[in-house]
C-alpha cells in the first residue's frame, strides 16, 4: 500500500515546475490580454494544487510502526553485506528472512526523509516558479497597458494629422483659386498693354521755348551793310530773328529757306534778320569775321544779317533768347512779343512760318495759329 502510494505521489509531482513560467511568459507575450488572464489563473491554480498535495502527503504518510511492511520469506531485505538477516521470534528465537520492525521504520523513515526532502525541494521551486510568474504576469500587464496608452496616444495622433492635412488641403484649394484669379487678371492686363498704343514720347522742352509769350529783349544792332536795325519792341509789322552759326549744317540748309521767305514778305514790311552767333577765339568751333563774313557772302544771301564786331556783340542776343541750339527761329508780332519759336531745320519750316506771318499780318495772334 505504501509503495502503491508513493509510486502515484511521484507520478503526479513528477511535472516540472522550472518550464511553468517559460510555458507562461510564452503566452504573455502574445499581445492578448484575455489570453494572458487565462493562461495566468490556470498557472496559478496548477500550483495551489501541487502545493496542497505535497503538503497532503506529507502530513498524511502512515507512521513505520503503524504500517509494517512484510517481506516475504525466501528474500532479502536492504541491509549490511554481512550475511542473512534473522528476525526474533515470538519465543525470543531468531528466525531467518525477517527484517525486524526497528529496521523497517528506519527505512520507512529514510524513505520519508527522501520524499520530504524532495517536496520541500519542489515546493521551493513551485514557490519561485509563482513568484517569477507574478512578476512576469505584472510585467507582462503594465507592458499591455502602456502599450495600450502607446495605441491610443497613436490613435490621436493620426487625428491631429488628417484635421492638419485637412486643413492644408482646404488652404491650398483656396490658394489655386486665387492663383487662377491672379492669373486671369494678369492675362488681361497683358493682353491690355499689348493693344494700348505706346504713349508719345514727350519731347524735351527747349530752353528758346520758355521765351514764348514773353516780351523780347530789346536791341539795336548793325548789319554787315553798315545799317542799324532794331531788334523787338514795338513795330508795325512782325519780325522774324534767325539765329545760326556759319559751322552749324542744318544752319546752311535752311539759310536758303529764310532768303525765299525774306524776299516773299520784304514787300508786306516784314523783316526776316539773320543773327551770326560764330564765337571769336582759336580752335574749336570759332570763326574771325571773315570767316563768318565769307560764309554769308558765299551763300549769295541777301537778307540783313548782323554778327559779332568790335561794335557789335550778337553773343548778347542769343544769351537773352536762350537760343543755345542752332537753328533757333523766333517770331515776334508788333507788341514785341513772342508768338511762335522754332528749333532746328525741319522739312517744311518756311511754309509754317509764313502761315503763321499770314496770321499775324491779319492782325491777330498766335491762339489763331491752329484754326
Known sequence: MFKHRFIRRRTLLSFPASQIPVAVGANG??????????????????????I????????????PLQDPLSVPSGTQAAGPADGPKTSPGLNGSQVPGRITAIEIGCQKRSKLSEIHHMNASRIFRLTTAFALLLSNGTGVLAQDNAAGQDAQELKQIQEDLKKEIAGLRTEMKAMKNEFRAMRAELTKAVAAIKSAKPAARPKPQRPAMTMLGKKGPEYTVTTVDGLQTQVAGKRDKPQVLFCYASWCGFCKRSLPWMESLSQEYKDKGVEVLAINLDA?????????????????????????????????????????????????????????????????????????????LDVLLAGKTRKDFAK
Open 52 to 63: 496542497r498535495y505535497i503538503l497532503t502527503a506529507a502530513l498524511y504518510a502512515p507512521h
Open 280 to 356: 571769336r577765339g582759336q580752335g574749336g568751333r570759332t570763326r574771325t569775321e571773315e570767316q563768318s563774313l565769307k560764309h554769308y557772302r558765299d551763300m549769295k544771301l541777301t537778307m540783313p544779317m548782323t554778327m559779332t564786331t568790335t561794335d557789335n556783340d550778337t553773343k548778347k542776343i542769343g544769351t537773352a533768347y536762350k537760343a543755345q541750339s542752332f537753328p533757333t527761329l523766333f517770331v515776334l508780332g508788333t507788341t514785341g512779343e513772342v508768338e511762335a519759336v522754332h528749333v532746328g531745320a525741319k522739312q517744311g519750316l518756311a511754309e509754317a512760318v509764313g502761315k503763321q
Open 29 to 50: 507575450n502574445n499581445g492578448n490580454n484575455g489570453n494572458n488572464s487565462a493562461t495566468f489563473g490556470t498557472a496559478v491554480a496548477l500550483i495551489i494544487f501541487h
